[in-house]
């Protein structure tokens, strides 16, 4: 059975930082691209950043820019996402997803982690 698992999801303040990371069994990952999403309430599932294959590729939507870094080592944990300067606005469930190599959408999920950032 395939699975992702996210951790490192919790409270913090506005200006703090947190580390997502991103476990997986099932198969391995080494030749997927690998992205975070988030859900915030009442919201749609919004994408936040993808590391290609590689690692040479990032893609960071335009609110995190500056302020969240993705990478990966597929020896260990296939993914992590940095998270700095983290505002209000960043609070949400935030989904870590792999897409094979061949297509465009995202094919497997875990189940999500909240991160909570206060004023």
């Known amino acids: 059975q395939v699975q992702l698992v996210e951790s490192g999801g919790g409270l913090v303040q506005a200006g703090g930082s947190l580390r997502l990371s991103c476990a997986a069994s099932g198969r391995t990952f080494s030749s997927y691209t690998m992205g975070w999403f988030r859900q915030a309430p009442g919201k749609e599932r919004e994408f936040v950043a993808s590391?290609?294959?590689?690692?040479?590729?990032?893609v960071y939507a335009d609110s995190v820019k500056g302020r969240f870094n993705i990478s990966r080592d597929n020896a260990k944990i296939p993914q992590a996402l940095q998270m700095n300067g983290l505002k209000p606005e960043d609070t949400a469930v935030y989904y870590c997803?792999?897409?094979?190599?061949?297509?465009?959408?995202?094919?497997?999920w875990g189940q999500g982690t909240q991160v909570t950032v206060s004023s």
């Open positions: 997803a792999a897409r094979d190599p061949w297509a465009s959408d995202f094919r497997f």
């Open positions: 590391i290609s294959a590689s690692g040479g590729t990032r």
